[in-house]
């Protein structure tokens, strides 16, 4: 072959494509750089704002302006969040707490917030290492332009004084250009590491501390637990009355019925007495019947009197399809508390009753797994697969019993099956 192989740089890029990603970094870098001098000369200012709001709060008329201007250096703060998560590859998230209300509610969230003192605290470094930054890149780089343009200056203005010795030669404007040159590779190595320099400022100062940011995603999911709390009580009430009413309440008024009717035929028709008794006692024991079976349904007998092994045995012998139970205690005899044993019951309960209707399934299993600190449920079934968490389904309701405990719902099943529920139920306090 003719001509002379490209070496490769140390990356493995060839001459040519390592030049231009040096150049794309460049332009990035220049870039970056003369916005953050834009926005530091405006930080600038902002400071001294902010500083001069916080001194008027002190007296009243400040505190109508605090809110609006911390949500103002909250959009900046954020602005800047973006743009240095973009130079460094990843993002940096915020962890703002939440300031809704009246003013003075607002105000008091937001001042109470340590991350509106890092806030402040990045916009006087940003002021000044941003503004440096615009500095520097326009320093080298006009002057980088300027000595490289020397010799095209000197033939159209010969007796001009263009730089600091005067330019009467070619050797001066070799000169020129060498200076040139060395500017131009400052600022080609310079400019990246200073708007990494800055990037990296802006994650350590505005990016979310480890405790902040584990605290407040432990209080959105303490939240979202609290909301599905409500709901699964608010659902569980209506079952329970739509029971009473269809079952209970209605056998009730049969019976008031039958009496009354009772009444009459015992001025009538006393002979017919015998069988109206009979038939009032038939819907007497229904609706007692009924009745029983809602109490059972709020807090079971056999969950109470035998635990929650023996409580899985009974629903497992009471299901429609062939099931497997296995047991594991590792308590040494202890209970969990009621409530946490009345929650794995009515989830291995709803879990059969899907696997029942809907799975298809010709065998199923479930495992009760109880440690001091948990219980580990899960329903396996052989069934079509496909479940999902919508209305009606049972896992939603599920997911919300389960939530009300802080505990885990996992649902795997692919289309096709097998379907696995898994859930952990916390026992502690």
Known sequence: MNGVAQRPDRRGLPPAAAWREFGERFVRALKYLIAAGGTGMVAFAGFYALVAVFALSLVGPGLRLLPPSLALLRRGADVHRRRAGHWLGRDIPSSYRPAEGRVL?????????KATYTDMLWLLAHAVVGTLGAVLALGLCLGSLSWLTVALWWQLVPHAQLLVWPVDSWWAVLGATFAGLVYGALAGFLLPWYARLHAVMTRALLRPRKRRASLARRVEELTVTRAEALEAHAAELRRIERDLHDGAQAGMVAVSLRLALMRQLLR?????????IDQTRDLADRAVQSLRVAVRSVYPPVLVDHGLPE???????????PTELDVVSETGGARAPAAVEAAAYFVISEALTNVAKHSGAAHSQVRVRTTASRIHLSV?????GGAADG?????????RRVAAFDG??????????PTELRVELPCGS
């Open 105 to 113: 509610g607002r105000a008091q969230a937001m001042l109470t917030d």
């Open 268 to 276: 009538d028709s006393p002979e017919r007495l015998p069988d109206m």
């Open 311 to 321: 409580a899985a045995r009974a629903l497992v012998a009471a299901c429609q399809i």
């Open 380 to 384: 396996w079934d052989d069934g079509r």
């Open 391 to 399: 209305e009606g389904s049972g896992i939603r309701g599920i997911r």
């Open 408 to 417: 885990v719902t996992e649902l795997d099943s692919p289309p096709g099956g």
